[in-house]
């Protein structure tokens, strides 16, 4: 399992060719709650040269196993979005859509 650092942009997702998961990240402890994202809030950012849509969750989990969409987006060209309020201990970006080309990155910052 690789962890993520707080204070940085973490690439959890590269040169995305093919729908599916991506790999699984452990997430920094916040300090109060124990938990990734109790009362905080941090973005992703979707990198693509994709000249159609495409769709990117990015998703967590409390145990790897059961997953959940914390946030989703579905557009042309490049985003940067933000989620609050929602701990997790494990996340990945899941590519549900990808016409053509590819998803260069996803990025996650703490």
């Given at each position: 399992?690789?962890?993520?650092?707080?204070?940085?942009?973490?690439?959890?997702?590269?040169?995305?060719?093919?729908?599916?998961?991506?790999?699984?990240?452990?997430?920094?402890q916040c300090p109060v709650g124990g938990l990734f994202g109790s009362g905080k809030e941090f973005t992703w950012q979707v990198n693509t040269?994709?000249?159609?849509?495409?769709?990117?969750?990015?998703?967590?989990?409390?145990?790897?196993?059961?997953?959940?969409?914390?946030?989703?987006?579905?557009?042309?060209?490049?985003?940067?979005?933000?989620?609050?309020?929602?701990?997790?201990?494990?996340?990945?970006?899941?590519?549900?859509?990808?016409?053509?080309?590819?998803?260069?990155?996803?990025?996650?910052?703490?």
């Amino acid at each position: 399992m690789i962890a993520l650092e707080a204070g940085q942009s973490n690439t959890i997702l590269s040169a995305a060719a093919a729908v599916g998961t991506g790999t699984v990240y452990a997430v920094p402890q916040c300090p109060v709650g124990g938990l990734f994202g109790s009362g905080k809030e941090f973005t992703w950012q979707v990198n693509t040269n994709a000249v159609g849509a495409i769709q990117v969750d990015l998703e967590g989990s409390l145990d790897n196993s059961n997953w959940f969409v914390l946030d989703s987006y579905a557009g042309v060209g490049d985003t940067l979005r933000s989620v609050a309020s929602k701990p997790v201990k494990f996340i990945r970006a899941n590519v549900i859509t990808l016409p053509d080309l590819t998803i260069q990155s996803v990025i996650v910052s703490f």
